[in-house]
């Protein structure tokens, strides 16, 4: 029996593998920096059980008191969506329409800019002119994802609109954060403004309800009157006598007879700027309270 050896030659240490084949302790030392800096930034990534992303929708929604989902959809969507079709950047329009309200929502191609896709949106909901006669004015907003990153309680021993005071307050000094993108109030009731007659003062004056309401409708509206082209472009003409506040109704006038004298809704009625009733109030300690929900911004993914 006889033996063979086979000589491979010298064993090649040049590059990488051979370099830390015959420098172990370097090698093991890298492995260590490896192992502790991954640990590290292992325990820094951002963990989200709902990724935030972006949104690109515009919704417009169309409140129509009173009208049935029929007739919400006849007088108000289908205009939407006919105005809006032929805009640039728009991918799909779907609708839903219930019952005193619809909603059109436009969902934007990925490379559309929002912003300047939701104004083209609002220009086009202006120059519709067919909407009824009792549909409120559109709400146009751009969907985005929101973060809420605080709760705010704020409460105390005082009525409810000193209480709603200070609560505005608070949010216009969180808005000025330029973190944060939205302030939302909770707990309070939606506000109201009521008028209140007295039947004496009905006969004295020879008038009705139905006139009294008649006249602070017209005082009161925000209607879109077309547009007008000229030579430096199209000129958007529209009817703002919009009243928000109680003391804005009080100067409506009724009554003009011709020796110039006017009979004004405050020396008819009663105005009060309260809020409406509901069955729901939120308590802290026994103490009427608001709660103000604050959300930051979300990051663009795409």
Not at 6 to 29: C, E, F, Q, Y
Not at 247 to 257: C, M, P, Q, S, V
Request: with cysteine.
């Amino acid at each position: 029996m006889s033996l063979l050896s086979h000589d491979h030659g010298p064993v090649d240490r040049k590059g990488p593998i051979g370099w830390m084949a015959s420098n172990p302790v370097a090698a093991n030392l890298l492995m260590f920096v490896l192992v502790v800096g991954g640990i590290m930034f292992a325990l820094s990534i951002k963990r989200e059980v709902f990724p935030e992303i972006e949104m690109d929708m515009v919704t417009v929604v169309v409140a129509y008191p009173g009208a049935s989902p029929q007739e919400v959809e006849e007088g108000a969507v289908l205009a939407v969506e006919e105005e809006i079709s032929s805009l640039d950047g728009i991918k799909k329009i779907s609708s839903v329409s219930v019952e005193g309200i619809g909603t059109v929502m436009a969902e934007l191609l990925q490379s559309a800019n929002a912003d300047r896709t939701l104004n083209d949106i609002k220009s086009a909901v202006d120059r519709i002119t067919s909407f009824p006669q009792d549909a409120e004015r559109p709400v146009i907003s751009l969907i985005t994802n929101r973060r809420q990153v605080l709760s705010l309680l704020v409460h105390g021993d005082v009525d409810i609109k000193s209480l709603d005071r200070l609560a505005e307050e608070i949010r216009a000094e969180l808005l000025s954060d330029e973190r944060i993108t939205l302030v939302e109030k909770a707990g309070i009731p939606p506000p109201e403004i009521s008028v209140e007659v007295s039947s004496e003062n009905l006969r004295r004056y020879g008038l009705t309800l139905p006139q009294i309401s008649a006249a602070v409708r017209a005082a009161s509206i925000d209607l879109p009157g077309g547009s007008v082209k000229t030579e430096g472009g199209e000129v958007l003409v529209r009817t703002t006598e919009r009243r928000d506040y109680g003391e804005e109704f009080r100067d409506i006038t009724l009554i003009a007879r011709a020796d110039g004298t006017r009979v004004r809704l405050r020396d008819v009625a009663e105005v009060i700027d309260g809020y409406r009733e509901t069955d729901e109030e939120l308590l802290y300690n026994g103490q009427r309270a608001i709660d103000l929900q604050v959300f930051g911004s979300a990051p663009r993914c795409r």
